[in-house]
């Protein structure tokens, strides 16, 4: 029985820390799965509003997914001198 002991003696800090690391990593697992499921739900409601919002704008037809996204420092005016400029500020 001195030897079983002397075996369950050393295997027990690595059993402790193997029970350790599988808690926590389930419990990050689960925290990135809610925080996901948050994250859809708020894009989902963003999404609607921004729709809606664009709907009661503009009156017309309302595109979806990538398409409704902002486009940063592209000009969505006609050009006013009749030339393309590109979507640069005019220099008046």
């Given at each position: 029985m001195n030897v079983m002991g002397e075996i369950l003696a050393g295997l027990l800090p690595s059993i402790?820390?193997?029970y350790l690391f599988y808690k926590i990593m389930r419990l990050l697992?689960?925290?990135d799965r809610q925080e996901r499921a948050a994250y859809a739900q708020w894009q989902a409601e963003h999404d609607a509003e921004r729709a809606g919002r664009a709907a009661t704008t503009t009156g017309t037809h309302i595109r979806s997914g990538a398409d409704s996204a902002p486009t940063a420092g592209i000009s969505t005016?006609?050009?006013q001198s009749g030339v393309d400029n590109g979507g640069a500020i005019?220099?008046?």
């Open positions: 402790g820390i193997g697992l689960e925290g005016r006609a050009p005019p220099r008046d």
